[in-house]
């Protein structure tokens, strides 16, 4: 009993983890494991974003600390294959929307529906809050990402200029509604 209501005492002082069971995944043909982002995976995240984006790390140990603590309604994933990380996907709910505030698969893992499984899963996500949309930011440049969103129903719906902080570069805003 103490042990459930220290639990609960967590997720208020903490911010409010969803239901997320811990499971077992096949996605094209192979076995991964995916659970809930905890606070002691935060450095194979870091290493895991610097891989995919060329030895930089858009986001700090804090920032995903703050994050997966945060008193917001939120989603943070990882995918395991074995104890390796390969793929990670963050999200938090404000106002009816889903925002996705990073998603990163291992190069050597990309193009193998990671990814979708990732962004299908996040959509849950966003029903059971019952989110009116899902919303990202993507470069412009990054048009393999692009693609996967449009797939999986996000349209354009602004450029933010000079988003991108380290270079200057665009930022396409994308939408996806979602229907109830």
Known sequence: MLKKFSGFLRSLI??????????????????????????????MVIELEKDVYAGFAPWSK????SEIYSPMIHLY???????ELVAFIGSR????DNHITNVAVKPSYQNKK???YLLAETEKFARSYHCQTM???VRASNHA???LYRRFGFDLAQVHVNYYTEDQEDALE?????DD
Do not use: H, W
């Open 135 to 137: 919303s990202l930011e």
């Open 14 to 43: 903490y911010g409010q983890q969803p239901n997320f069971t811990p499971k077992e995944v096949i996605i094209n043909n192979e076995t991964f494991f995916v659970r809930t982002m905890k606070n002691s995976d935060v450095s």
């Open 145 to 147: 990402a692009q693609r």
């Open 77 to 83: 994933l990882c995918v395991f294959k074995e104890s």
């Open 114 to 116: 990671i990814g979708g």
């Open 174 to 178: 994308m939408v996806k509604k979602i």
């Open 62 to 65: 804090s920032a995903f600390i």
């Open 93 to 96: 709910v404000m106002s009816g």
